[in-house]
């Protein structure tokens, strides 16, 4: 922390204005621009001043609900809730090359300002007799402190994409707010910002959310400054990048339920910062059309009680879309549209579908949903989860995902992104996801089969045939592998942490405390199926295994269900049937290696599956 002229007493007036430009001038920016400022009529909020510079404050997000006034007004950043460390002093001088947690998530967001927000909001934000018009000049001395002491040009280390893109957010913020308040917005500022755009151009992600987000702060950027070299740029690769990062179906490229939701907000800043520019180009029609199929490729994604399948790099959330479909699942059928498509399959790798949209029959809620992802090699935000199925039914999550923790090279982070963590036939050695083919779908009004090969390892392959019933709700999978070499090969079953699980003998009873229902696992015969040996862990630490994560920061003791074979092939059946508390559950077997026939009983109702040579699995009633 380099000590600057600054000291507590903030009235901002020419001298402190001047101090300012004294102590950024060592900072590769000139000392009589920072001398210089702008000085506008007062506005009556945020969003007319936003328009008035041609690019919208996008919010400081979250940051002000844990970064308190009185916090950042000492010195004190919070990251995440509950966190809390002391940077700097009151007076706006912060130390910027601590980092006490040894985290690039946590130095990028300290370096990135938004925690700044408490401050630019309690001027700008709020009933006009509660706000502190002198709150935002704190906001500028720390704003200033970063500029002075993180001279350019920049390193480009971990975290600096995501930091850089956030602190133009942030100035711009912090700019819009000094011109409703009619205060001068410094040279220095400016001046800074187009270094940052500068910085970014250089440095751009190539097909990423942090990418479009840098894109769309160099166009933020050139809007503000009427740079029209910026303007030119952005708008081109917004144009460019958009039918990259969303396909013609709608889905994203970044393999993540969570980050397909998060680029729907992103290209909708997109879209409304080139109409506050006054941007014409082609990518305006082209963002609202690939942004209308995302929307609806987050309709297919979400289960009956509203939260996204948490494929990939996601946490428990919501859509939020405020789509008709989304209306439709909220509201339990009240109100909203919904979808006209029972079952949607992607090309870039998902399944997803459902018994019904609760039009006939049942409620919404109470309809089965289930996801499968297969596809492309694991990149972006992706997990190693290819022929990983979820499933929901009866108002309950039956077959879970383990969510995401934080973006640690740990051990943690290689458990929830690894094989073992999803629910598909895990192989001694496998480490990532290979392309994995649906090679057969049969979709009726009971019953939806899928079929899925892949090779997982040199010398190895996978098949999965697995059929979804509804009425009783039924999934069967059977799983068969072949290798070039003896192995062990695992079929994983993780069920939600919330449940407590009896086991014995490939039959396990899942409830829920005071929660209607249970879930059962039921092992079946077939043939070439080896001695089979069956597990049941609940938090294990060595190793990992049996964990969920319902945000960043929180993680659950999950119970996980194993069924393990050895040799130089593998074959595997398992089913899993949602019922009533009291409801009897049990199966009849019977066949050859010609076809096999399973008859199942769920407490009134029964359904018969027939298992052919080539693997195809048929509901025959």
């Known amino acids: 922390m380099t000590r600057s002229r600054l000291r507590p007493a903030l009235t901002w007036a020419t001298a402190a204005w001047t101090a300012i430009a004294i102590a950024v001038s060592g ?77 690039p998530s946590w130095r990028t967001w300290f370096h990135g300002l938004a925690w700044i927000g408490s401050l630019v909001e309690s001027s700008t934000r709020g009933r006009t007799k509660d706000r502190d018009p002198r709150a935002i000049d704190q906001a500028v001395a720390i704003t200033a402190d970063w500029v002075r002491d993180n001279p350019y040009p920049w390193p480009a ?61 160099v166009l933020g950027v050139g809007c503000m400054l009427g740079r029209r070299d910026y303007i030119t740029y952005a708008a081109g690769k917004l144009s460019g990048d958009i039918t990259r990062v969303i396909d013609a179906q709608g889905a994203n490229n970044e393999q993540s339920l969570g980050y397909a939701r998060h680029n729907w907000d992103i290209w909708g800043d997109a879209e409304k910062a080139l109409s506050t520019c006054g941007v014409t180009t082609r990518a305006a029609a082209t ?50 549209t919904p979808l006209r498509e029972r079952v949607k399959v992607y090309s870039a790798g998902y399944v997803f579908g459902r018994s019904g949209w609760g039009t006939t029959g049942r409620a919404p809620s109470q309809e089965s949903m289930y996801s499968i992802h297969f596809g492309p090699r694991r990149l972006g935000h ?18 879970a995902d383990p969510g995401t923790g934080q973006y640690r090279e740990d051990p943690w982070r290689a458990y929830y992104t690894g094989p073992a963590a999803h629910n598909q036939l895990v192989v001694q050695g496998m480490k990532t996801s290979e392309v994995t083919t649906l090679t057969r779908a049969q979709i009726t009004a009971k019953a939806a089969y899928y079929q899925l090969r892949d090779s997982p390892l040199k010398g190895v392959s996978r098949v999965r045939d697995v059929i979804f019933l509804s009425d009783p709700d039924i999934v069967l999978t059977i799983d068969q592998a072949a290798s070039s070499a003896r192995r062990t090969f695992i079929q994983t079953w993780h069920l939600p942490y919330s449940q407590h699980v009896t086991a014995k003998n490939g039959t396990a009873v899942a409830t829920t405390p005071q929660v209607a229902g249970k879930t059962t696992m039921l092992s079946l015969p077939v043939p070439g199926a080896g001695k089979t040996r069956y597990g049941h862990v ?61 008859a199942f009983t769920v407490g009134r109702q029964s359904a018969v599956v027939r298992r052919a040579a080539d693997g195809t699995l048929t509901r025959l009633r």
């Open 27 to 103: 900072a590769g920016i000139p000392a009589h621009a920072a001398l210089a400022g702008t000085t506008g009529p007062r506005l009556a909020n945020l969003e007319q001043a936003g328009a008035a510079q041609k690019y919208l404050c996008r919010s400081f997000g979250s940051f002000p609900a844990y970064n308190a006034r009185a916090d950042v007004a000492r010195g004190v950043f919070t990251w995440p809730a509950g966190r809390k460390t002391v940077v700097g002093d009151s007076s706006g001088n912060i130390s910027w090359t601590i980092d006490p947690y040894r985290e």
């Open 157 to 217: 280390g971990p975290g600096a994409g995501n930091g850089t893109h956030t602190r133009v957010d942030s100035m711009a913020c912090l700019r819009a707010g000094l011109l409703q308040l009619g205060k001068p917005v410094p040279a220095w500022l400016d001046a800074s910002l187009a270094q940052h755009a500068g910085w970014l151009r250089r440095n751009t992600w190539k097909d990423h959310n942090v990418g479009t987000e840098q894109t769309l702060a």
């Open 287 to 336: 963002i609202t059309a690939r942004r209308a199929a995302l929307a609806r490729f987050l309709d297919h994604a979400t289960k009956p009680d509203g939260y996204l399948v948490t494929i990939g790099d996601t946490k428990r959330e919501r859509a939020r879309t405020g789509s008709p479909a989304q209306q439709w699942i909220a509201s339990d059928g009240k109100s909203g």
């Open 382 to 399: 992706g997990h190693n989860d290819h022929m990983s199925i979820t499933w929901h039914a009866l108002g309950r999550e039956i077959l």
């Open 538 to 598: 609940r938090g294990s630490t060595r190793p990992i295994a049996g964990w969920q994560w319902t945000d960043h920061f929180t993680r659950h003791s999950a119970p996980v269900l194993t069924a393990a074979q050895t040799g130089t092939s593998a074959a595997i059946a398992t089913a899993f049937a949602a019922s009533g508390t009291s409801d009897r559950v049990a199966v009849r077997a019977s066949g050859n290696a010609r076809a096999m026939t399973y």
